[in-house]
């Protein structure tokens, strides 16, 4: 059995919309198709996502190429940021350096780094107990850094982080061994 963690596709950005949410843009339902072609995608027996729009919309397009149902569970849900809400793109990134400089501390009222990476770990733990096939965790990039970098057993740390919206890595459950690294999924070239 393996894990994919899978890092939602490109939103449409609604600033007067609550972020969690804001919907997949043209470009990330683009690249959700070339997500459900994937090879391992047929050998998934078990799909879990948070509870935000595009983590939700995009296991949903993955539990039905596979005839699953999806299961939710909060605990995968992205950082909560509704203290600052939307923020324009340069606050957004300053605010997110500090969350992941400073993980002990809250980054403007932001979840801190250390929380929202026990309350993942836990989440992972849950969704692959007793799992029939490879099992798809679908998330914030954000929250994917932070699982990947316990796993790494190295502290949370920004630069491990998707490649961009619509990324995937695996994991063995078992022995915590990354089995392949960060891969942006999309057309080919």
């Given at each position: 059995m393996l894990v994919h963690v899978v890092t939602h596709p490109e939103v449409r950005v609604e600033p007067q919309v609550p972020v969690p949410e804001w919907g997949l843009s043209e470009a990330g339902r683009e690249r959700l198709r070339h997500l459900l072609a994937q090879p391992w995608v047929p050998r998934l027996?078990?799909?879990v996502t948070g509870t935000e729009?595009?983590?939700v919309q995009t296991?949903?397009?993955l539990a039905a190429t596979v005839g699953l149902p999806v299961a939710v569970d909060a605990g995968l849900g992205g950082?909560?940021?509704s203290a600052t809400g939307?923020?324009?793109s340069e606050e957004f990134?300053?605010?997110?350096?500090?969350?992941f400089a400073r993980p002990e501390e809250s980054a403007r009222g932001w979840e801190r780094a250390v929380d929202a990476q026990r309350r993942v770990v836990a989440?992972?733990?849950r969704a692959v107990a007793g799992a029939d096939g490879d099992v798809a965790l679908v998330c914030h990039g954000g929250v994917g850094t932070l699982l990947l970098c316990a796993l790494l057993g190295v502290p949370a740390d920004r630069r491990l982080g998707q490649p961009g919206h619509g990324s995937v890595f695996a994991y063995d459950p078992v022995t915590r061994r990354i089995t392949r690294p960060?891969?942006?999924?999309?057309?080919?070239?």
């Open positions: 027996g078990r799909v729009r595009t983590a296991a949903a397009a950082t909560d940021r939307f923020l324009p990134d300053a605010a997110a350096e500090a969350f989440a992972a733990g960060w891969v942006r999924v999309g057309p080919p070239g």
